[in-house]
């Protein structure tokens, strides 16, 4: 299931569930539910790898079995006996589930649980709030089955290339924003935010073998099951990735610990705990003996997105090792508290990123101890401004800051990423592109334009240690230039044209074709600017250039995706075609690299959906035919429902299968289409010329529409028209009543055509499908993984140079009509308006009024 199915599916579950359950609370329901039955699935699959047979589970599952039991509890942390499978609750339909069995479930893996540190308490949220799901037991056992109904096709086995938990819950708070996005100063952290957060702490990590990683304000855990996503592709070893988590609010802790165990992280790397980070820092040691097993945690990194500026009490705590080095936040604001936390527990070499809201870089007189204590001990590597309103629950600015123990450069890089967005709904997005640029510069530490710029410490100690990003860099487009002598005279001046540089340099003589030079040196388009770009030796070198540098990419994307589907890596493919698409650009001018990128990113996202299908059923998933469901509304209750209409393949589209193994047939229906819509088109361009009257009188004989009682009215007329054996104008009512009638069987015709066609070109594509030779298994992957892609990169130079021209044009435009033009213009239409008053004739009081304003004219 992707992630729009899914998305679709649990929506539809929630507004079905909405006069039940809080819109807000929906979400830890549904979450606690598919958490427990992805438990009971590693249950039964380590029976499976034991090789029990599942008719035989319900005798090895018993709590009366001690070696099951303790076989299960060696291997998993916990038991659940086979009466409180989820399986067990949705055999025969579910009939003979209620409340009662989830309650007794739930107790019993609270005293089966021997991993206490990791699965103590994790269902409370879950148990708790059972009973808001109804008034009585009757009614919560309907609205479990509801929502175990809603899970059960929802997968669980951590395979997906997406963290499933994470994304229901970003999906159900970003719906539900309104009144969940910000909650007791709850944020959710964005997937893209995250995704930017891991990679650049992947890049300084590299290539260890472990690493330890902490959040110490987890929320989902989505941060640090990013960075151990990014760090996959580095690391032989996932298994070397040890995640610490904190979080104070104790449902979403419980969220924490299900979402790493859900994507597959072993109990024994994931330690966790439920409290204040602030008020009580990380604590590991025995209740029994604190002082004689108390360790400070210290890892490589640190990740977080603390709620913003929430009061929180610095009393008694200047001597804490966490902030004596610094000084204590404000108690409104615990922003650089949370700062301070995170780097007290970084290893030397450790990094750590953190969002804060963009005031943390210039308020307050204690905030400012604060940032020059950070400057000064040489800990800020970057400052990264996001744009706005990408967060839910707050549209307030928000950075990420960049910080590390020990650094061998004393710079800080400066980020204003603030307009690289995509609108996504109400809100903004950060896109593939953006995410890889801003990692880039962080990890290459370069002077980009209107994006990035290393700043020395001594440049920051003469703005007092004010960090706010536009103080160094910024985003914003200059101020637009008037030149004053080409508003008067006309023409482009030739600074203007110089702000296209680096087009000028990739095109050389290009400038000079495009334009003309007047006397004073400025510049005119010429009439036909497209056509000397079409023709331009320069333009078609660049295009050759692009060419060259996708040559042979096909072919090795073939052997990387299309010949090694079954074993590809999918951890570290994607950065594998991704290096080699940096490599091949390197050297091609002009063009945008990261365009190129998302490109690539985009198809990969659909590459990568499919090849996890393949990898987890075989070739088979390819020749695999499915049913198409669709939508429907019950009229009664509102209620949606999904119904099966016709078929579709699993992983190859039917459209894709018909154009390339059924041509003539596909073409064929696609006639029966034409016909239909032109038949359609000429009744409706019939009725369109008539008259009001000619409309009325046909409108009568049709009962005003081409239903088969008004067809067949229609047909009647006619018929005793065809007998009197005239010969009828066209334009007679007559006339109109007959090609009426003539387009309508037509229309008819072709509907029954195309409906006949539609239904054995789809038999004919699930025949196709199921009988694929390999070859034409490899051709339609090439043509729905490949052949996109390349063809979008190639087109990126006709995009470039259809930009480049309108800019060209727009610039033109600004001074295409100049003042000294419009003058004279202004003074000509005078002279010819002055001639028309004086051929006027009237009354001597019109000629009085003609020759005042002929004298304002002439004024």
């Known amino acids: 299931m992707n992630k729009h199915e899914l998305a679709s599916k649990i929506w539809r579950s929630a507004n079905d569930m909405r006069s039940k359950i809080e819109a807000n609370e929906y979400k830890d329901y549904i979450l606690g ?6 438990l009971c699935g590693k249950v039964e699959d380590l029976l499976v790898s034991y090789d029990v047979p599942r008719e035989d589970f319900a005798d090895y599952l018993t709590e009366s079995d001690d070696a099951a039991v303790t076989l299960v509890q060696n291997k998993l942390g916990f038991f659940i006996s086979h009466e409180h499978l989820y399986s067990t609750w949705m055999s025969g339909g579910g009939r003979n589930f209620d409340v009662a069995r989830v309650r007794d479930a739930l107790a019993a893996f609270s005293r089966n649980v021997t991993r206490h540190e990791v699965f103590d308490g994790i ?77 650049i702490i992947a890049a300084h990590l590299g290539e260890r073998s472990e690493i330890q990683i902490y959040d110490p304000t987890s929320g989902s855990g989505s941060l640090l099951l990013n960075i151990g996503q990014a760090m996959k592709p580095h690391m032989d070893n996932a298994a070397g990735i040890k995640y610490y988590a904190q979080e104070l609010k104790s449902n979403t802790y419980n969220l924490t610990r299900m979402n790493l165990l859900m994507r597959g992280v072993e109990p024994y790397n994931i330690v966790t705990r439920n409290g204040d980070s602030l008020e009580q820092d990380w604590p590991i040691f025995d209740e029994d003996d604190p ?23 610095p009393s008694h705590k200047e001597n804490d090792p966490r902030f004596s080095r610094f000084g204590l936040a404000p108690d409104s604001k615990a922003d650089y508290a949370f700062v301070l936390h995170d780097l007290y527990h970084l290893k030397p070499d450790g990094i750590m990123t953190i969002v804060l809201p963009h005031g943390v870089l210039f308020r307050g007189h204690s905030e400012a101890t604060i940032r020059r204590q950070l400057v000064e001990q040489n800990h800020v590597d970057a400052i990264i401004g996001l744009p706005p309103n990408i967060f839910y629950g707050t549209g307030i600015p928000v950075i990420i800051m960049v910080l590390k123990q020990r650094r061998d450069n004393d710079d800080t890089l400066f980020i204003d990423a603030s307009r690289g967005f995509i609108k996504s709904g109400n809100k903004n997005q950060l896109r593939a592109r ?57 023409g482009i ?19 000079d074709d495009l334009f003309t030079l007047d006397n004073a040196g400025y510049a005119h388009l010429v009439d036909d600017p497209q056509a000397v770009l079409d023709t331009h030796s320069s333009v078609t070198r660049f295009n050759a250039r692009v060419t060259n540098a996708l040559a042979g990419m096909d072919m090795w994307l073939n052997d990387k995706l299309v010949r090694s589907r ?50 987890t059923e075989g070739d088979a998933a390819i020749r695999a035919v499915e049913p198409r469901l669709v939508m429907k509304k019950r009229q009664k209750t509102k209620e949606t429902y999904e119904v099966a209409d016709g078929w579709t393949g699993r992983i190859l589209p039917f ?26 088109r000429q009744l409706a361009e019939l009725i369109e010329g008539l008259s009001d009257d000619q409309k009325t009188e046909l409108a009568e004989v049709m009962n005003d529409d081409a239903t088969a009682f008004a067809k067949a009215t229609l047909s009647r007329s006619v018929k005793m028209l065809r007998k009197t054996g005239e010969d009828y104008p066209e334009d007679s009512s007559e006339g109109i009543q007959i090609a009426a009638l003539r387009l309508i069987n037509e229309t008819t015709a072709a509907k029954k055509d195309l409906t ?26 090439v043509a729905k993984w490949i052949t996109p892609m390349i063809a979008r990169l190639a087109d990126l130079p006709r995009q470039r140079l259809r930009d480049l021209l309108t800019n060209i044009r727009a610039l033109a435009d600004k001074y295409r009509n100049p003042v000294v033009e419009v003058a004279e213009q202004t003074t000509q239409i005078q002279r010819e308006l002055t001639g028309m008053l004086d051929s006027l004739v009237g009354s001597p009081t019109d000629m009085e009024a003609l020759r005042a304003l002929k004298a304002v004219l002439e004024g």
């Open 33 to 38: 539910f598919i958490f427990y039955k992805f």
């Open 123 to 199: 269902f409370d949220t879950l148990q708790t709030g059972l009973s808001k799901l109804g008034d009585t037991a009757a009614a919560q056992t309907r609205s479990i089955r509801k929502l175990l109904a809603t899970i059960d096709d929802i997968p669980t086995d951590g395979k997906q290339g997406y963290d499933v938990l994470g994304f229901i819950y970003e999906y159900l708070i970003a719906n539900f924003a309104a009144n969940a996005g910000k909650k007791a100063g709850e944020f959710y952290t964005p997937h893209e935010v995250s995704e930017l957060m891991s990679q």
């Open 291 to 313: 002082a004689g097993t108390y360790r400070t945690l210290y890892v490589d990194a640190v990740v977080s997105n603390p709620p913003y500026s929430q009061n929180w009490d």
């Open 434 to 490: 953006d995410i890889r640029r801003i990692a880039d510069a962080v990890a290459n530490r370069v002077n980009i334009d209107r994006f990035a710029r290393v700043v020395s410490r001594d440049e920051i100690r003469a703005n007092d240690y004010n960090l706010n990003i536009p103080r160094y860099v910024s985003a914003a487009e200059p101020t637009e230039s008037v030149d004053l002598f080409a508003t008067v005279r006309g």
């Open 493 to 511: 001046p030739a600074s203007e044209l110089n702000e296209f540089a680096e087009a000028w340099t990739a095109l050389p003589g290009l400038r």
């Open 566 to 615: 079954a074993g590809a890596r999918l951890a570290t493919t994607a950065d594998e075609i991704t290096h080699d698409l940096f490599e091949r650009f390197a050297s091609v001018p002009l063009l945008d690299v990261y365009e190129a990128y998302q490109i690539v990113h985009d198809q990969w996202q659909i590459v990568r959906a499919d090849l996890e299908m393949i990898q």
């Open 655 to 680: 459209d894709l299968v018909q154009d390339m193994l059924l041509g003539e047939q596909r073409a064929r229906v696609d006639t029966c289409a034409d016909r239909q819509t032109r038949a359609e």
């Open 756 to 781: 006949a066609g539609r239904a054995e070109l789809d038999a004919a594509t699930i025949d196709a499908l199921r009988n694929l030779s390999d070859v034409d298994v490899e051709r339609l992957l």
